[in-house]
């Protein structure tokens, strides 16, 4: 049993599931991402027999058995223009991608509000300078 779960210990590490990043010419840094599922199971028991088989005089008769699945759950994409986003293999990618779009989305219509609230300063800037000019009349 000790063995098998040293086993399962070497092969489920945080390499296993947060693979090797991986850098392209542009900057963006991709990192593959896993979900690692496992199993154990373990059994045994002594039993009596004519002949004594084990050093205590009870034979003993025992197994275990692990299994591991890992599966490619998607990519972490690091960009320096595009920011950090999740891109999912499989799944609903429809919502998924609405959802990753929510924070984009929202500096955008930041941005606009504040550009907005700057052209307003501007034209109430602009009027006021054009009333005040409008009682100056040039003497000649």
């Given at each position: 049993m000790k063995t098998a779960m040293e086993s399962i210990k070497g092969m489920v590490d945080v390499n296993t599931i947060v693979g090797d990043a991986v850098e392209t010419?542009?900057?963006?840094?991709?990192?593959?991402?896993?979900?690692?599922?496992?199993?154990?199971?373990?059994?045994?028991?002594?039993?009596?027999?004519?002949?004594?088989?084990?050093?205590?005089?009870?034979?003993?008769?025992?197994?275990?058995?692990?299994?591991?699945?890992?599966k490619p759950v998607g990519f972490l994409v690091c960009s320096p223009t595009n920011g950090i986003r999740f891109m999912p293999v499989e799944g609903n990618q429809i919502y998924e991608r609405v959802i990753d779009m929510i924070p984009q989305a929202l500096t955008k219509i930041q941005e606009i509000m504040r550009r907005r609230d700057?052209?307003?300063?501007?034209?109430?800037?602009?009027?006021?300078?054009?009333?005040?000019?409008?009682?100056?009349?040039?003497s000649m």
């Open positions: 010419s542009d900057g963006t840094v991709i990192i593959p991402i896993s979900r690692v599922t496992f199993g154990f199971a373990a059994g045994g028991g002594d039993f009596e027999t004519e002949e004594a088989v084990h050093h205590d005089g009870h034979p003993f008769g025992g197994g275990s058995g692990a299994g591991v699945s890992v700057e052209m307003d300063e501007f034209e109430e800037l602009a009027e006021t300078a054009e009333t005040q000019g409008a009682g100056h009349q040039p």
